[in-house]
């Protein structure tokens, strides 16, 4: 395999790329991509993150196969290591904040796009209905 040596960066490409990342720090944070806290409620078996733009956001930690076998003590061990990604230092597991606020935004938008009853979608259930019905699924 033929690798290339790294490359050195400008001072001009440094300073670009540096000023691009702090703009896009800045746009997460007025999005409520970023936390300015998290906490592990062992009640409801999540974690509460506290958004930048005041929206508290519920993480069920069954969406996080890596931790499936963790205590509550693991959990309630969970820390803001920044504003963007968080810990459970025990576990070596790290999670992105802007990560986890954009999977659960997909979830609901997918769960609330699947509940739907448009005109339309009641036409094909009706339809589908005087045929039977949804195909049952072949066993095994």
Request: glycine share 8%.
């Amino acid at each position: 395999m033929d690798r290339k040596a790294p490359t050195e960066m400008t001072d001009e490409e440094f300073e670009r790329q540096y000023v691009a990342a702090r703009k896009r720090h800045e746009d997460y944070r007025r999005a409520g991509l970023l936390a300015t806290s998290v906490q592990y409620d062992e009640r409801a078996h999540r974690f509460v993150l506290e958004l930048t733009n005041g929206y508290s956001l519920g993480v069920p930690v069954s969406t996080l196969p890596h931790l499936a076998n963790a205590t509550a003590t693991q959990l309630h061990s969970v820390e803001l290591i920044t504003d963007d990604a968080l810990e459970i230092a025990s576990l070596d597991a790290h999670y992105s904040v802007p990560g986890l606020v954009l999977a659960m935004s997909a979830r609901e938008i997918g769960r609330r796009g699947g509940a739907s009853t448009s005109p339309r979608k009641q036409r094909a259930s009706r339809a589908n209905g005087k045929k039977g019905g949804r195909p049952r699924k072949a066993p095994g």
